[in-house]
């Protein structure tokens, strides 16, 4: 069972940025591809961004693409989201996520449905 912990949220003025972290209990963390994403209140989880298991390949919702940037260090088991140019449509609560794959399976993740442990969440609110 692979425990996340997400921190790094907070309030920030539009244009601001924010820098999420996400620590993972599994040693083995190089192993997994991990993803971020948001819920609004009232609106379905939304994919965000995500990373292999490799680092070598990253994928971006289109809303946050040139904006957010998500990065891993394996040594640290620990997956971050810096988030530039905030703007107030960003506000929500920001979950990362993670799934297992095989040494030979480097593809990036997208779907909610595609991963297996998730953390609780940290909220992020941008006031405009």
């Known amino acids: 069972q692979v425990q996340l912990v997400e921190s790094g949220g907070g309030l920030v003025q539009a244009g601001g940025s924010l820098r999420l972290s996400c620590a993972a209990s599994e040693r083995t963390f190089s192993m997994y591809a991990m993803g971020w994403f948001r819920q609004a209140p009232g609106k379905e989880r939304e994919f965000q961004a995500a990373?292999?298991?490799?680092?070598?390949?990253?994928y971006y919702a289109d809303s946050v693409k040139g904006r957010f940037t998500i990065s891993r260090d394996n040594a640290k088991n620990t997956v971050y989201l810096q988030m530039d140019n905030l703007k107030p449509e960003d506000t929500a609560v920001y979950y990362c996520?993670?799934?297992?794959?095989?040494?030979?399976?480097?593809?990036?993740?997208?779907?909610?449905?595609?991963?297996?442990?998730w953390g609780q969440g940290t909220q992020v609110t941008v006031s405009s």
């Open positions: 990373i292999s298991r490799s680092r070598e390949s990253t």
């Open positions: 996520a993670a799934r297992f794959l095989p040494p030979s399976d480097t593809k990036v993740l997208v779907a909610p449905g595609g991963y297996a442990y």
